[in-house]
């Protein structure tokens, strides 16, 4: 291992809106070689989502809501009903916290993680801010109490 490394600190994704545009049009071209989709572009609208979410998983989050748009785009420009519920739901805060689901340490935390994702439909990137906290939290704690996800959700 080399100590020549050197430290790169970023402020985040919400504190450099100007960057937005710029890493939007990255993805998407890296996305539209990846698929053969005609993708090229954001709609106002879309780009305005995407400009006025506060991106509590930063540049991996944006990432991860351009595959879904790119995955559910049935046309060559990615318009608001293509974008991931948690943007199209309060842009400037983290979608709210589902009543029945509180973030606490003990005994109910597994159950406080499997009501979220049921809440979520399955979707652990959406359930994550629900228990406050971040989609590979999730993952890893769905590993730790042996939570199934086909079997959680059918319940």
Do not use: C
Not at 33 to 40: D, E, F, N, V
Not at 115 to 139: C, E, F, K, Y
């Amino acid at each position: 291992m080399s100590n020549n490394l050197i430290p790169i600190h970023l402020p985040s994704l919400r504190k450099r809106k100007d960057d937005i545009p710029l890493l939007v049009n990255t993805f998407i071209n890296r996305l539209e070689i990846l698929t053969g989709k005609p993708i090229r572009e954001l709609t106002r609208d879309a780009l305005n989502r995407f400009m006025n979410y506060r991106w509590p998983g930063n540049v991996r989050e944006m990432k991860s809501a351009l595959e879904y748009a790119f995955t559910v785009a049935d046309r060559d420009t990615i318009d608001i009903d293509h974008l991931p519920p948690q943007l199209l739901v309060h842009p400037l805060h983290t979608p709210p916290v589902v009543e029945s689901v509180v973030f606490s340490t003990g005994s109910n935390e597994r159950q406080q993680l499997i009501d979220a994702l049921h809440a979520a439909g399955g979707n652990q990137s959406q359930a994550a801010p629900m228990v406050g906290i971040n989609r590979v939290t999730v993952w890893n704690r769905m590993r730790k109490y042996g939570i199934n996800l086909k079997r959680e959700i059918k319940r």
